[in-house]
């Protein structure tokens, strides 16, 4: 065995690379009970398993340099992340329980943060992504679009005010949160007495995309058909 805990292996940090493969039922990391990783920059390779917890496995990070390196993880044991943590595999995310060991084994973990959106009842075009790492390229969010409205900015993580277009810089670090913010589009709309007149302030009637409803002198509703309106002799929007 490389290391080797009668009961529990617990690292906190630092660079340890543990080694054995001098017969086949060898270890990088053994524990009779838990293994627990809380940080540092870990190497562990064994001849059956690299890193073996009979009763459990946690992997977790302390300082953004942290690294978990291992081919063949114990399959058998209850393998989680710390939590609130993240960790990326080099394509995903990985976070809770991990049931598939195949996302361990034979890949470099590093710390990984978090993003949540808020599109307030639009939608993208094309997926901004959920995570990101301290190395990850720039990301420049995709605005969304909703019927009936004109984007107004994102506001959230380190935004003092709706923001137009946001980009996560390279070097970024920490869980982000970000919510869309729109207004209504101006609608034109036919008058009693046959004159187009343009509205900006109005309701959209919840649960519909065809239909506005406003009160231009809070005494009268109005309903318009959100797209365009022909009018015709002797009708008119009471």
Request: proline letters at 2%; glycine letters at 12%.
């Amino acid at each position: 065995w490389g290391i080797r805990g009668g009961s529990d292996v617990t690292i906190n940090g630092g660079s340890v690379s543990a080694s054995s493969t001098y017969w086949v039922f060898c270890y990088g990391i053994y524990a009779d009970g838990n293994v627990t990783i809380n940080g540092g920059i870990v190497s562990a390779t064994g001849n059956e398993y690299d890193i073996y917890g009979r009763n459990g496995i946690t992997l977790g990070w302390t300082n953004l340099t942290d690294r978990i390196t291992a081919s063949i993880y114990y399959h058998r044991a209850t393998i989680t992340i710390k939590d609130g943590q993240t960790l990326w595999n080099g394509s995903e995310a990985l976070s809770g329980t991990i049931s598939d060991t195949d996302k361990l084994n034979g890949k470099t973990l590093e710390p990984c943060f978090s993003i949540t959106y808020d599109l307030a009842g639009g939608s993208v075009a094309t997926a901004n992504p959920t995570t990101y790492t301290v190395g990850s390229s720039d990301i420049t969010l995709n605005n969304p679009t909703r019927a009936g409205y004109t984007f107004a900015g994102w506001t959230g993580t380190d935004l003092d005010e709706p923001t137009m277009t946001v980009t996560i810089v390279q070097g970024s670090t920490g869980d982000r949160s970000y919510t869309a913010t729109s207004s209504l589009l101006p609608v034109t709309y036919i008058d009693a007495d046959g004159v187009a007149q343009t509205l900006y302030d109005y309701t959209l009637l919840e649960g519909s995309d065809e239909f506005i409803t406003y009160g231009v002198d809070n005494t009268k509703a109005w309903y318009v058909v959100a797209h365009d309106v022909t009018y015709n002799d002797g009708f008119a929007f009471f």
